[in-house]
């Protein structure tokens, strides 16, 4: 991620994203999407401890965290978005979990068009 000022950290607003965003998914992450009156991308990872323990959580978190911030510049702004990590994600080399998140982000429709 570009910046910690630009994290969801509170409960409230993972709630709200992950109760009126839209989702996408494949077998290692899920995506929700709530547009928001900002002018920038905000975005929350959360893992379940169904993933394993806190080394392996971590690790999936870092990975996550990792591919938003290297895609984050080519999406459209005023989005907040949450990544969760299914069990599929648990082990997973980054390029994997690289390209699940592009794939998962192509379908939402949030890549920059060219106009």
């Known amino acids: 991620m570009r910046q910690k000022a630009l994290r969801l950290k509170k409960n409230t607003e993972f709630k709200t994203v992950l109760g009126k965003g839209a989702y996408y998914a494949d077998k290692r992450l899920v995506l929700y999407v709530l ?13 379940s401890k169904k993933l394993g323990k806190s ?20 999406l459209k702004p005023g989005h907040d978005i949450v990544v969760l990590a299914r ?19 192509l379908r939402s429709g949030l890549y920059k068009t060219d106009e």
């Open 55 to 74: 080394v392996k959580r971590n690790r999936v978190k870092r990975l996550i965290r990792e591919a938003v911030r290297i895609q984050a510049a080519l």
């Open 35 to 47: 547009p928001n009156a900002r002018s920038g991308n905000y975005f929350g990872v959360s893992v």
């Open 87 to 105: 069990p599929g994600a648990a082990g997973e080399p980054f390029a994997k979990i690289e390209r699940s998140l592009t794939r998962l982000l």
